[in-house]
C-alpha cells in the first residue's frame, strides 16, 4: 500500500518547475476561469493571472502536497496567497531574484513596512529557472562528482610524478653507492695484490 502511495506521490508531482526557496521572488501565473451568464448563455473564459511577491514559506518539500506562501504589498496592505505547487491551475512559476535568507520561514517579513519589505538580491539567471527534474538533479550532482575526479585525478598525477621522481632519485643514489662500493672493492683488491 505505501509502495502505490509513494508511486502514485512521484508520477502526479510536477517536474516543470524551478527550486523554489524562502527569500525568491516570484511570478505565479496562474489559471483563472470566469463564469459569465446563466443557463444556456454561459460564457467560460480563461485568463493567466500573475501574482508576484516574495517567498516566505515553503511546506511539503518536493511532495504531492507541497506549498508555497508568497507575499506581497498592494496598496500599502499586505496580501498573503498559498499556492499548491502541483496543482493543474499553476501555469508556471517563475524566479525574478534571488535573495539571501538565513530562516525557512520568513515572517518577520510581515511586520516590515516601506523599503524595508524589498529585499536585496541578485537578478534571477536562465539557469535558476530550470526546472529541477530528477535529471537535472541528477545532472548537477554528476557535474559536482566530475569536478571532484578531476580533482582527484590532479592530485594523484601531482602525487604520481612525485613519487616517480623520488623513485628515479632513490635510483640515481643507489647506483652511486654501487659504483662506490665496487670502487673500493677494485681499491682493497688492488691493496691486496700489491701485498
Known amino acids: 500500500m505505501t509502495l502505490t502511495l509513494i508511486d502514485f506521490n512521484h508520477t502526479n508531482t510536477r517536474k516543470d ?12 501565473h496562474q489559471k483563472i476561469t470566469e463564469i459569465k451568464g446563466t443557463g444556456k448563455k454561459q460564457e467560460i473564459k480563461e485568463r493567466i493571472q500573475i501574482f508576484e511577491g516574495l517567498v516566505i514559506g515553503v ?11 508568497v507575499r506581497k ?12 505547487v502541483n496543482t493543474p491551475t499553476v501555469e508556471k512559476i517563475e524566479i525574478i531574484k534571488i535573495t ?24 534571477a539567471t536562465e539557469k535558476d529557472n530550470e526546472p529541477m527534474t530528477s535529471k537535472g538533479v541528477n545532472k548537477k550532482l554528476e557535474e559536482e562528482m566530475a569536478e ?18 623520488e ?8 647506483k652511486e653507492a654501487a659504483t662506490e662500493e665496487k670502487k673500493e672493492e677494485v681499491a682493497s683488491e688492488e691493496v691486496k695484490a700489491e701485498k
Not at 17 to 28: A, Y
Not at 149 to 164: G, N, Q
Open 17 to 28: 518547475l524551478p527550486q523554489i526557496r524562502p527569500g525568491h521572488v516570484v511570478k505565479v
Open 59 to 69: 511546506k511539503g518539500g518536493t511532495g504531492l502536497n507541497a506549498t508555497i506562501t
Open 73 to 84: 504589498i498592494s496598496g500599502g496592505i499586505g496580501v498573503e496567497r498559498i499556492f499548491p
Open 100 to 123: 539571501k535568507a538565513r530562516r525557512a520561514k520568513l515572517n518577520y517579513m510581515r511586520d516590515r513596512f516601506g523599503k524595508a519589505t524589498k529585499p536585496k538580491g541578485e537578478l
Open 148 to 165: 571532484e575526479v578531476e580533482a582527484v585525478t590532479e592530485e594523484e598525477k601531482i602525487a604520481a610524478e612525485e613519487i616517480a621522481q
Open 167 to 174: 623513485e628515479v632519485v632513490a635510483e640515481t643514489e643507489e
